[in-house]
C-alpha cells in the first residue's frame, strides 16, 4: 500500500470518529437539557401543589384611614358583577335577591357615549324589599386625531334607592381632572348620599393598600362616614374584597342604608373600570 493511500485511509477514518463524538456529545448534552428541563418542570408542579394560591398572587387589604376591627362584613364573592341580559340570583348575608348588570354604548359624528344600568330587588327579613336602580353615562368625544377625550358632566353616576314612599339616593361626583399630569390621574372622587330623612352621609374613594404611599389611579374602594365619622366602606378586608359597617352602625336602619350604599358602589367601581 503506498503512503498516500493509507493516509487518506486515516484522514478519513479521523473524520468518522470525529462525527460520531460530536454526534454522542450533541445527544448526551441533548439528554441533559431534557432532564434538566423536566426536574424544573417537576419542580413547580410540586410547588404549585403545596404552597396556596396567596404564595403567587398576593392581595393587599385596602388603606381605609380608619380601624374597622369587629365590623360586620358582607363579602360580595358570591357577585360576578359582569355585563349581563339576565337576572342573576343575590345571596349576601342575611339579604337576597336579584340583580341585572347591563351596558350599552353609541357613537355619532366623533361623539360617543357609554351607558351602564344597574337594577337590584333586595329582600330582608326586617327592612323588606328594596328596589335599587343605578345608571351611569360616560360620554366621550373623538378629534380628527383619533385620540378620544371623556367630556364631564354634572354626576358619573346615581343610585335610586327606594321601598315604599321611603327613597335613598346615592350620587358619584366626577373627579377632577388636573391641567396637567404625567400618567394617569388619581381619580379622587366624592360620594353624596341622601337618606330618607333628609340625612346627607358623605362618601370618598381610596387609593391606597395597606403598608403603602403609593396612589392607585382608579379607586381601591369608598368610605362612607357621617362628618368626621366613619359608618362603612367597601374594598379588599383580610384578602377579601367586602361591605364594611361599622360595629357602632350595626342592628340599626343606618346599617342597612349602608348595605345598600356599599353594594352599589361595588357595581359602580366594576363598571367604572370596564366601561
Not at 403567587?56 to 358582607?74: C, H, R
Not at 374602594?221 to 352602625?249: M, Q, T
Request: hydrophobic share 35%.
Amino acid at each position: 500500500m503506498r503512503l498516500e493511500d493509507f493516509l487518506n485511509i486515516h484522514l478519513a477514518s479521523l473524520i468518522v470518529n470525529d462525527a460520531i463524538y460530536r454526534l454522542v456529545i450533541t445527544d448526551f448534552w441533548s439528554l441533559t437539557m431534557i432532564k434538566t428541563h423536566l426536574t424544573n418542570i417537576l419542580f413547580w408542579v410540586s410547588l404549585t401543589a403545596t404552597l396556596p394560591a396567596t404564595a403567587f398572587f398576593k392581595v393587599s387589604d385596602t388603606d381605609f384611614e380608619e380601624d374597622f376591627l369587629g365590623a360586620t362584613t358582607y363579602p360580595t364573592k358570591s357577585l360576578l358583577m359582569k355585563f349581563n341580559y339576565k337576572t342573576q340570583d343575590l345571596n349576601i348575608g342575611p339579604y337576597t335577591g336579584t340583580w341585572k348588570n347591563r351596558k350599552s354604548s353609541s357613537s355619532f359624528m366623533g361623539f360617543g357615549k357609554s351607558k351602564t344600568s344597574t337594577d337590584i330587588t333586595l329582600v330582608h327579613d326586617t327592612y323588606g324589599t328594596w328596589t335599587i336602580f343605578c345608571s351611569g353615562i360616560k360620554k366621550e368625544i373623538t378629534n380628527q386625531y383619533g385620540m378620544t377625550f371623556e367630556r364631564q358632566g354634572a354626576i358619573d353616576y346615581q343610585c335610586v334607592m327606594q321601598s315604599g314612599e321611603q327613597t335613598a339616593v346615592l350620587v358619584v361626583l366626577p373627579f377632577k381632572k388636573p391641567k396637567f399630569s404625567m400618567g394617569p390621574p388619581v381619580e379622587n372622587r366624592k360620594v353624596i348620599i341622601t337618606l330618607p330623612d333628609g340625612r346627607e352621609l358623605q362618601g370618598s374613594s381610596l387609593h391606597r393598600v395597606v403598608g403603602s404611599k403609593r396612589e392607585n389611579p382608579k379607586p381601591l374602594g369608598y368610605k362612607i362616614s357621617d362628618g368626621a365619622e366613619a359608618l362603612g366602606a367597601i374594598g379588599w378586608f383580610e384578602k377579601k374584597k367586602v361591605i364594611l359597617v361599622d360595629p357602632d352602625v350595626a342592628n340599626t336602619p343606618d346599617e342597612h342604608f349602608i348595605f345598600m350604599s356599599g353594594l352599589s358602589l361595588s357595581f359602580f367601581s366594576k363598571n367604572d373600570k370596564e366601561s
